[in-house]
Structure formats: structure tokens, C-alpha cells
């Protein structure tokens, strides 16, 4: 086995028109604030080999806006799409916790025993999240990533590399809008390891 060192940077996308809300799988485009903390959270050191994005708009017209400066590859993968919310989508949280509170708390005090009514359940997500992961580990290897996502991949994926229980992944690691992760991934004959770099970095 070939010694290979894969650089991937993981951003979540900016603010979207609305504003904060259980957005999941409903599709809207960054709002212009949005767009301005995407371009701020990117600078003159950056370059990266390859860009892997969702398909959901608020990340992927981003991407794309990238992938023509650079001039690199951009492969699209609907499995990094972000989790359903299910009956929450479209409502702002103090919106779910005067309707539904109990339920909102049991979620985030234990997101996989608790799934918001109609939505995805949390086990799901980090399979589809996870094998996806490693897969672009393995097709891209030896290169500079950037991942265009959504906060719960950001999470689904920090929690991987850093073992954290799927129960603790949502309330224990923060995402804001535009934040950029850096995560190493090191494979030779002795195995795969993974270390986190940064969370919250903007470049080199």
C-alpha cells in the first residue's frame, strides 16, 4: 500500500434566505449575506485540488463559483444533501419549541432515540454521511478537498474523526454559518488515521 497524506477542508455553507430555521431539505439559495460570509471565509492562500459539494443549492452555487476560479473537477453527491427535519422543516426553533418543546428537547438531549416527527432518523443520516466520507477518501486520496456541506454532515464527520458518540454529535460540536474545519487523513501499511487540524479555520 502506497503512503498517501489527504487534505480535506469541510465548510458549511452561509446564511440562507430566511434566515435560521429548521431548514433540512428545504432548498433555498444563500441569502446576499450568505454569499459575502462564503467569500470572506475563503482567501489568496487557499488552492485545493478537487471540490465535493452537495446538490442542495446553498451549497453548490457556491461551489460551482469556485470550481470556474480554480479551474478544478466538481463532483456533486447527493448523499452529503442535509438531514430531514421531517414536520420542523421551514420553522425557526422557538417556532418548534412553542408547538412541539418536549419533543424538541428529547431531540437534541438524544437526537438518534428521538427523531423529529417525519423526519430522517439520525442513524440513517450518519450511514449515508459516513460511507460517503469514506469513499472520497478512497477516490481521492493524495489530494486537497474542499467539502461544500451542511452543518450536520460537518458534525456527522467531525464525529467520526474525533470518536465522538452519534448521541453527543449535534449538541457537542458547533457549526456556524461559513465555518471551516481542516481534517488530515493519513493511509500506509499500518491502517487509515484521521486527526482534526482545525475547527473554525479560514486558511494555511
Known sequence: MTDTTTIFDVIRHGEPEGGPMYRGSKDDPLSTAGWQQMRDA???????????SSPMLRCVHFARELAE?????LHLDDDLREISF??????TADEVMASDGERLSQFW?????????????????????IARWYHWQEQLAGKR?????????????????LHIPLEHAFSGISTPYACRSRIQVNTSSYGRFQSLIGHGLVSD
Not at 109 to 121: Q, R
Not at 146 to 152: A, D, K, P, Y
Open 42 to 52: 475563503i482567501t489568496s492562500a487557499d488552492h485545493w485540488d478537487v471540490i465535493v
Open 69 to 73: 476560479r480554480y479551474q478544478i473537477p
Open 145 to 161: 478537498v474542499l467539502i461544500v456541506c451542511h452543518g450536520g454532515i460537518v458534525r456527522m464527520i467531525a464525529a467520526d474523526v
Open 86 to 91: 421531517g414536520d420542523w422543516e421551514g420553522r
Open 109 to 129: 438531549a438524544n437526537p438518534v432515540a428521538n427523531t423529529p416527527p417525519s423526519g430522517e432518523p439520525v442513524s440513517d443520516f450518519q450511514t449515508r454521511v
